[in-house]
């Protein structure tokens, strides 16, 4: 398991209290920016997925608030690359089965609405 908790602007990993944003790619989670806040672009992700990445999973929030640009998963279609969007939660539970079954996976966890 990646998540030891998870709620509303807070995410656990392995000890570690997160309460901004995150990529969880294959070290360490990081923080995540956005050029707009409620909006992924492609410049917002693209020096962060790694090559042989098999998923992206995108946790848009509790509600599920942020947008995914279609240029997001159209540019990701064409590398071969799953595109997941879910509210985060969910999108959390996702990206941990997918590390479980040995698929390759990153994920961008917005932690707020």
Do not use: N
Request: charged residues 20%.
């Amino acid at each position: 398991m990646v998540s030891e908790g998870l709620a509303f602007g807070e995410i656990v990993i392995q000890g570690k209290s997160y309460r901004d944003d995150v990529f969880l790619g294959y070290g360490e989670p990081q923080p995540w920016q956005r050029i707009e806040p409620h909006q992924v672009v492609l410049e917002d992700v693209q020096e962060l997925i790694p090559s042989d990445v098999c998923y992206v999973v995108f946790g848009t929030g509790f509600t599920g608030r942020m947008v995914v640009s279609p240029v997001v998963a159209e540019h990701l279609h064409k590398k071969g690359i799953a595109c997941v969007e879910q509210k985060t939660p969910q999108a959390l539970e996702t990206y941990e089965k997918l590390l479980s079954k040995g698929e390759k996976a990153v994920a961008f966890l917005h932690l707020g609405c």
